[in-house]
């Protein structure tokens, strides 16, 4: 039921795919098909996919769309801009770069940005060395479907000693096509010394009740930092809830690079999100945060994995989230500390809030340490919200409700404080409190 | 079944069919009376550590079943035990004299198909220790069981099963030893713990099989399945172990903890020096309402040492208010050993709190500057800075075994800093 068939729609739609020319990425494509129809997709006997189960996903058909953009405006998506004078945005829909609804306003001598499937045709030697070469198709079917089929998605490069202020906004939409399978692909380029702020943002159009249509986003994204360079990922996956979301991140850290990474995930049907950092050179930091916010039925699983493979490199982890009704959260956090990583600092925390007796958390912190010189510490903690603090707050005159809310926001915000851009941060905010309801708290309690 | 290889530990194939799965001392007409008799060599070492035993445990209040290959060889203390209505005996006795409460009992909390090394276990078993304890019976003195693998190419596959009737209280303690040999062993016991409402047991293990020699040659692999289970309202069950021998280690005692208010605890110190491997951890399944566990695991790897703690704490729908505190800390002595930590949270009640914490860290240089200043040399400072990482479990035993525990760990400490 599950691998073949979709292998052999594989075949039939690679014709439609960029590049059919280009040796080294049909030679990509051909070896993730492969390891694809050897390998399957995951199971719940995979150590890694043990609370997910992924079967009735595969018991659906999805085929890649190849109907171009509809006749979108910018006033249609314009609640999803993370401001209205947005400097630089790239819009992709159904998988499709959409380039009546981007803006390119960015001064052009800071940073390359361009549609992947276009870099595939015109400039194809410019992708060779890092295409694929970061993300493993091997790691599981996902990856593997994802790497067959590589078509668009992100092509950014910023150049040498130059920072960017504003963010840069990738937007994928997806509208309500039943059996819709995008696979973005992402591939961040990051020069000596370079900084910038990129903000993944995945999102559906007309939320309304659609029955029965089920779409899959299959997203892979790799990451180059080189010395010194600096990013700030924040990714943002507001998808309707009969989209399932399974995405990748590989990124690889050179000497003194800093990676921050936020995911925020609020929508979605099954979730699955994964980030795989590598610190291969001395003085690499990365921070990796989360914020997770499930209702009714929601599945999210959020795997980290981090590399210490260098001496002297720095890991924080915070992810956080608030479940309620019956949704299902897995967190698991993995630090790896290779041989001769000494003085390797990794710090994780895990904190959920459990609003309804139907939700189920699944935490797994990982350390495996193999070098003596190192501090490494996780925390993680489930529960409810504290009696004290809510009576804490009553007895200032709070009712029950209010005083809820005022913890759970508190709660969430710790991690979004961590956001640099105070434009971007309220903008995120804003969407984070419209989802937990809580956007009218200010002005009720305040008074 | 197969042989389960998710645990992160190494080691060569094992040969089921070269195993000796029995083995009894020589003369069987005349089993030695006392237990200086039959250990001489155990006693040596054990001389060398100040512990009593033997005659000595008669002084200190100990009754002891000792477990020689396959076979139970002495329990002493037996008759004062039975005023009190307890039964203590080898667990082959047992069978002949108590078979309903064996019937009864045995297999309910591990069953055979539980895992491959408790089935293999279930399928071989000869001999072990069976204890009960009546209603409302505080056990007056420590139980304690000695299990040895004397023979060459034995393993050793023997079964516990504890019954704490209603309101009773046991304290139960384990000692391991075995003599060097350079092939690989293999020790699979099962372990059952039983207490009923308002029953306590605190099970404390101080294992020291022979972990291999400098080159990791030989040594016992040792597989255990050990599991209680808080079958009625307000009871206890509490776990201490100190794992300092074995080449391998790979046990995770754990507590089913099904009556309303029942407690489970599990206190662990494991130190593997040299090229010991040790995958330990516990798992605390809460089911009744108002359930409380407490982990707290101490891990010390030195030389090219493997230690990994994997532990499960599970909240049903139905454990309202459970409360899990678990600690996990490792310590790194030399730059070529590992600790690992692998912990599972399953929560699905939300008036249940979980918390979690571990870290893995080295001996500060600034502590050992400071007991070097004050005239202790490294060796020394670095013992007792471990000797402090341990104490709150080392705490938790009876206070005759800390004291051993203590110098136990100082032993394999020896030589392991460079």
């Known amino acids: 039921m599950s691998t073949i068939p979709l292998t052999e729609r594989m075949h039939k739609t690679s014709t439609a795919l960029p590049g059919q020319d280009v040796a080294w990425l049909q030679q990509v494509r051909e070896t993730a098909l492969l390891t694809l129809s050897e390998k399957g997709f995951p199971h719940k006997k995979h150590e890694d996919w043990k609370y997910t189960d992924i079967q009735p996903l595969l018991e659906q058909e999805f085929a890649l769309s190849d109907s171009a953009c509809i006749g979108l405006l910018d006033e249609d998506i314009e609640h999803l801009f993370l401001s209205l004078d947005e400097d630089c945005r790239i819009v992709f829909v159904n998988g499709r770069f959409a380039p009546q609804l981007s803006a390119f306003n960015h001064d052009k001598s800071q940073f390359e940005i361009i549609n992947l499937a276009k870099v595939i045709d015109t400039r194809p030697d410019l992708l060779q060395p890092y295409l694929a070469r970061y993300a493993n198709p091997a790691e599981h079917g996902f990856n593997a479907l994802n790497t067959a089929s590589i078509n668009d998605g992100l092509y950014l490069h910023v150049f040498k000693n130059v920072q960017v202020r504003e963010p840069i906004h990738v937007l994928y939409l997806t509208t309500a096509v039943d059996g819709l399978l995008v696979c973005p692909r992402n591939l961040i380029l990051l020069d000596n010394h370079a900084q910038a702020t990129v903000v993944e943002h995945y999102a559906s159009l007309s939320q309304t009740n659609m029955g029965h249509v089920s779409m899959l986003v299959d997203a892979v994204s790799e990451t180059m930092l080189a010395l010194g360079a600096k990013l700030e990922h924040i990714k943002i996956q507001q998808e309707s809830k009969h989209t399932s979301h399974i995405a990748s991140h590989t990124v690889l850290q050179q000497r003194d690079s800093h990676f921050t990474s936020l995911i925020i995930s609020t929508g979605g049907k099954l979730v699955r999100s994964d980030i795989h950092t590598r610190l291969v050179e001395q003085g690499a930091e990365c921070e990796l945060n989360g914020l997770y916010i499930a209702d009714e039925s929601q599945h999210m699983d959020f795997h980290t994995f981090i590399e210490h493979a260098a001496p002297a490199c720095t890991s924080r ?28 600092n990794a710090g994780q925390s895990n904190n959920t809030l459990l609003l309804s007796d139907k939700t ?20 993680a903690t489930v529960g409810q919200l504290d009696e004290d603090m809510l009576f804490y707050l009553r007895s200032r005159g709070l009712d029950p409700q209010t005083a809820r809310r005022f913890l759970i926001k508190g709660f969430v915000g710790q991690v979004l404080q961590q956001m640099q851009n105070s434009l971007l941060r309220k903008r995120i905010e804003q969407w984070v409190n419209q989802r937990l309801h809580l956007d009218d708290i200010q002005q009720e309690a305040l008074q | 079944m197969e042989e389960p290889h998710w645990a992160s530990i190494h080691h060569e194939e094992i040969d089921y069919q070269s195993i000796s799965y029995y083995s009894a001392p020589k003369s069987s007409s005349g089993a030695p009376k006392s237990l200086d008799e039959i250990e001489p060599e155990l006693l040596n070492t054990y001389k060398k550590l100040g512990i009593p035993l033997g005659e000595q445990k008669r002084l200190a209040g100990v009754a002891v079943d000792a477990v020689f290959d396959s076979i139970s060889v002495a329990t002493t203390f037996q008759s004062e035990l039975a005023e009190l209505g ?6 082959s006795e047992a069978v002949k004299n108590h078979p309903d409460l064996i019937e009864q009992y045995l297999g309910t909390v591990v069953p055979y198909r539980d895992n491959f090394f408790a089935t293999l276990n279930s399928a071989v078993f000869t001999d072990g220790s069976f204890c009960y304890i009546p209603k409302g019976v505080h056990c007056p003195m420590e139980l304690s069981t000695y299990f040895r693998i004397n023979q060459a190419n034995t393993g050793q596959f023997e079964r516990t099963l504890i019954i704490a009737d209603e309101g009773s209280y046991v304290s139960y303690l384990e000692g391991c030893t075995a003599p060097m040999r350079d092939e690989n062993q293999l020790h699979a016991a099962v372990v059952e713990l039983i207490a009923l409402k308002d029953a306590t047991i ?23 399945t050990k599991r209680g289970d808080c079958r009625g309202d307000n009871s206890h069950i509490s776990w201490t172990q100190v794992e300092t021998g074995s080449a391998i280690t790979w046990k995770y005692p754990s507590c089913l903890l099904r009556g309303d208010n029942s407690i489970g605890e599990f206190y662990s110190v494991a130190m593997t020096a040299n090229y010991q491997q040790a995958d330990t951890g516990t798992k605390m399944i809460h089911i009744g309402k108002n359930t409380r566990s407490t982990i707290l695991s101490k891990g010390i790897s030195s030389g090219f040492g493997q230690n990994a703690y994997r532990g499960l704490v599970r909240i049903s729908p139905n454990a309202d208010r459970a409360r899990n505190h678990t600690q996990c800390d490792s310590l790194l002595l030399g730059d070529r050993c590992a600790a690992h930590t692998f912990p599972y949270m399953e929560v699905r009640n939300h008036s249940a709190r979980v918390e979690h914490e571990a870290t893995t860290s080295r001996i500060g240089e600034d502590q050992l500057f400071y007991c070097k200043q004050r005239g202790i040399d490294e060796e020394e400072a670095i013992a007792m ?16 075994f800390a004291v051993e525990a203590q110098k136990l760990l100082n032993i394999s400490l020896e030589g392991a800093i460079g």
């Open chain 1, 317 to 344: 982890q915070d992810y956080r989230g608030v479940l309620d009704n019956r949704s299902r959260v897995v967190f698991n956090g993995r630090v790896y500390v290779h041989k001769d990583a000494q003085q390797s």
């Open chain 1, 360 to 379: 189920e958390m699944d935490s797994k912190p990982q350390l495996e340490i193999y070098a003596d010189d190192v501090k490494c510490s996780h925390g």
């Open chain 2, 86 to 91: 307890i039964i203590f005996c080898s667990f």
């Open chain 2, 202 to 224: 605190k099970y404390a293990t101080v294992q020291n099989w022979y972990p291999g020699d400098k080159n990791g040659k030989g040594g016992i692999y040792n597989f255990v």
């Open chain 2, 385 to 400: 800075i471990v000797n402090g990482f341990c104490k709150q479990v080392l705490n938790e035993l009876p206070m005759e």
